[in-house]
Structures are given as C-alpha cells and as structure tokens.
C-alpha cells in the first residue's frame, strides 16, 4: 500500500523515519488544517484513500478491517478514541469519521465549533452507500494537561479569528456552558473518568464561550500552533 506523508516542518525525525519506510515524503508549508487535507488528496493516485494524522494509529482489529473492507461503499467511518494523558477518555470514544474513502468522490470542509469561517474542525464527507468498520482509531492528542491547553488555546485562537464579536453571543454562550458541562459529565460519562474527565468536561462545555470571548479581545491567547 503507497504511503504520503504530508509534512509542515517537524522537528522530531517524522521526515527521515517516514522516507526510511518507504513513505513518500513532501515537504509543505503549514497553511491550515483543511489547506493541508486538500493538498494531500491532490496527490493521491490511488483510488482508495485511508486519511490519518501523525498522532492517531489503528488498533488491530481496525487494521484487519480496512485490509477485509468491500469496495461497494464509497467510503468508511472509523471509531475514533481520544487519549488525555495516555488513558482513553469516555467522552471521546468511538467518534464517528469518515476517513477510508474513494479519493475522486470525497469532500473536506470545515466545522468550527463556534460556528464562523475558521478554517479547522475539518470533516470528509461523501454521498452514500457509506460503511462502518470494526475497530479503533486510536488518537494520541494529549499525552500531557500542557499539551492539551497548548491546542487548546491555539484551536480557540484561530476560531475566534474566524467570528463577529458578539457580547450578546459569548454572553449565551458562557451561560450555556454549565449545562453542557453536566451533559458531559453524565450523558457523555466523563463523570466515570474522575478528575480527568471532569477537567476535560469542564474545558469542553467552555470551548464555544471562549471563542466568542476572544473574539472580543482579538490579542487574547498566543494562536501559536504547539509543537506537534
């Protein structure tokens, strides 16, 4: 199976490692998350494409999935699972996304959370017949709390750029924040996690409050991409 890696200047061998596995290997500019994905697609020759990033990794069972997957789909969601501090949370498990899919038919937009035109939050989507495969897609986002406030604050930055600063909006938004926050914690079961899952709960629930804040005051938080 071909492998392209896409690369936006790393420091931590990605490159070296890739090529000595046989990767190809291009060397790009950081021009935003849906800039990136879209560039990559164009260098595709295959007609299937399975889309990852460089902390997410298949578990066995979604590895011999995708390996026994019929062709008669256009495309495959694959269960996502989100680490925070090497532990798998139950509020970011088996998130629904598209990522193994016929490469002419696929369509990469963006999503951001508070709404707006921010370019990130990026989501594939293709027309039906679509299917599920067994597995997971584990993500290895947050291996510390500085690593996870580091995107954190990067990803509600760039959002914020991406917004009409609204008092009455971030003033809802703040006020919506304790039901989500508790929607979290029981519907979603980050209650069951302890302390780390109300950390992230709590964080969650504030997300879309804290885009609308900075979207007020536009020189709040670094909007430095951490190092990846």
């Given at each position: 199976?071909?492998?392209?890696?896409?690369?936006?200047?790393?420091?931590?061998?990605?490159?070296?490692?890739?090529?000595?596995?046989?990767?190809?290997?291009?060397?790009?500019?950081?021009?935003?998350?849906?800039?990136?994905?879209?560039?990559?697609?164009?260098?595709?020759?295959?007609?299937?494409?399975?889309?990852?990033?460089?902390?997410?990794?298949?578990?066995?069972?979604?590895?011999?999935?995708?390996?026994?997957?019929?062709?008669?789909?256009?495309?495959?969601?694959?269960?996502?699972?989100?680490?925070?501090?090497?532990?798998?949370?139950?509020?970011?498990r088996d998130e629904p996304l598209l990522?193994?899919?016929?490469?002419?038919?696929?369509?990469?937009?963006?999503?951001?959370?508070?709404?707006?035109s921010a370019q990130l939050h990026e989501?594939?989507?293709?027309?039906?017949?679509?299917?599920?495969?067994?597995?997971?897609?584990?993500?290895?986002?947050?291996?510390?709390?500085?690593?996870?406030?580091?995107?954190?604050?990067?990803?509600?930055?760039?959002?914020?750029?991406?917004?009409?600063?609204?008092?009455?909006?971030?003033?809802?938004?703040?006020?919506?924040?304790?039901?989500?926050?508790?929607?979290?914690?029981?519907a979603r079961g980050a209650l069951a996690?302890?302390?780390?899952?109300?950390?992230?709960?709590?964080?969650?629930?504030?997300?879309?409050?804290?885009?609308?804040?900075?979207?007020?005051?536009?020189?709040?938080?670094?909007?430095?991409?951490?190092?990846?």
């Open positions: 199976m071909p492998i392209l890696v896409i690369d936006h200047g790393s420091s931590d061998r990605t490159r070296e490692i890739a090529r000595e596995r046989g990767a190809e290997v291009i060397d790009r500019p950081f021009e935003g998350f849906v800039a990136a994905r879209r560039f990559a697609l164009t260098q595709v020759r295959t007609q299937w494409t399975l889309m990852i990033d460089a902390d997410e990794a298949l578990d066995d069972v979604l590895r011999d999935s995708i390996a026994g997957a019929r062709d008669d789909v256009n495309g495959y969601f694959v269960l996502r699972t989100t680490f925070y501090r090497g532990r798998a949370l139950r509020m970011w990522r193994l899919f016929r490469t002419k038919d696929v369509r990469i937009e963006s999503f951001p959370s508070a709404g707006g989501r594939c989507t293709c027309e039906p017949p679509l299917g599920t495969l067994a597995g997971s897609l584990l993500h290895y986002s947050y291996p510390t709390h500085a690593a996870y406030s580091a995107k954190y604050d990067f990803y509600t930055s760039i959002e914020a750029r991406g917004l009409q600063p609204s008092r009455a909006r971030a003033a809802q938004e703040l006020a919506g924040a304790i039901p989500r926050f508790f929607w979290y914690l029981f996690d302890g302390i780390s899952g109300a950390r992230i709960a709590w964080h969650s629930a504030l997300y879309p409050a804290m885009v609308r804040m900075k979207a007020l005051h536009p020189s709040t938080g670094s909007g430095q991409a951490p190092k990846w």
